[in-house]
């Protein structure tokens, strides 16, 4: 049985200084070319799934198969949830055995996204459950067309934050979006750096696809110790697909099931090479 708490991931990757990939899934072929990559180079990961994609990917069919996957690991794996929306939903994912939840409020004000990180701790305590909050705004918008403008995290706040909510991991804004970035982003390592030294909790990357493997290094260096892919293993699936339907003039699902897979197999063995610092 391989399902870990994020925590313990982090930590260990602290001591190792190299950082976990958190990988977002929305469908059986994701979480099995994650894991299969992920018991290949041997290294541990995280499965999530963020609230908005569950309208496409329900969590009572999605929760159970990343955690069932996780239990049957090789490896070590945490299963997140990814930008819950509502403590609803925070409550739906500890049922079904994640290990981690985020419960996304960094669009409310300072004092209202301290008290809701809060209630999320006090539901995850009992299931001793990793916690994870985000402070200041990552730009781009997981699963909608609305973009959030960018406001990189303020380091005192951060520092703030973490004390009073005794939040386990927290997720910065340092010029990062997600989704495909339409010029490669300016990451303030500036800011990454003040916020590293103020808060001794793991630091999370948001909006890994694009970023350079330099801009990875550098982060891990500075204190990130988990990074999430989320449109680069939805790409490479789709990508692999249409290779797949154009090659063939009689498509076959069970041979493009294990092409979606592998697509994402190549996406997350390529970043866990990276963040593993190989
Ligand atoms: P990308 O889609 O940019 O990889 O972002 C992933 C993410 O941060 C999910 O929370």
Same mark, same amino acid.
Request: glycine share 4%.
């Given at each position: 049985m391989s399902l870990t708490t994020m925590d313990v991931l982090l930590r260990m990757a602290e001591k190792e200084n190299r950082a976990v990939g958190a990988f977002?899934?929305?469908n059986m072929e994701?979480?099995?070319g994650a894991v299969r990559a992920a018991e290949e180079t041997c290294t541990p990961i995280i499965l999530q799934i963020a609230e908005?994609?569950?309208a496409a990917s329900p969590l009572r069919l999605m929760g159970p198969m990343m955690v069932s996957a996780a239990q049957n690991a090789s490896v070590p794996v945490a299963v997140h949830l990814d930008h819950g929306l509502t403590l609803d939903c925070v409550r739906e994912a500890l049922a079904y055995g994640f290990t981690s939840v985020m419960l996304?409020?960094?669009l409310l004000p300072f004092e209202e996204? =301290?008290?809701m990180t809060r209630q999320v701790k006090a539901l995850a305590a009992p299931c001793r459950a990793t916690v994870e909050a985000e402070l200041g705004v990552v730009g781009g918008n997981e699963g909608d067309t609305a973009e959030h403008k960018i406001l990189c995290t303020d380091p005192a706040l951060a520092e703030r934050f973490v004390a009073e909510t005794g939040v386990d991991a927290l997720a910065v804004a340092i010029g990062n979006a997600h989704g495909n970035y339409p010029v490669l982003p300016d990451l303030r390592f500036d800011i990454l750096e003040q =916020?590293?030294?103020r808060v001794s909790v793991?630091?999370?990357l948001h909006g890994g696809t694009g970023m350079t493997d330099d801009m990875f290094r550098k982060a891990i260096l500075l204190g990130i110790r988990k990074i999430n892919i989320a449109t680069?293993?939805?790409d490479a699936l789709a990508k692999r697909a249409k290779a797949y339907a154009d090659r063939t003039d009689s498509p076959d699902y069970f041979a493009l099931s294990a092409e979606m897979a592998a697509g994402v197999y190549e996406n997350v063995k390529r970043h866990i090479a990276v963040f593993s610092g190989r």
């Open positions: 977002s899934v929305g994701m979480v099995m908005k994609r569950l996304d409020a960094s996204n =301290i008290a =916020i590293s030294r793991p630091l999370v680069a293993s939805f």
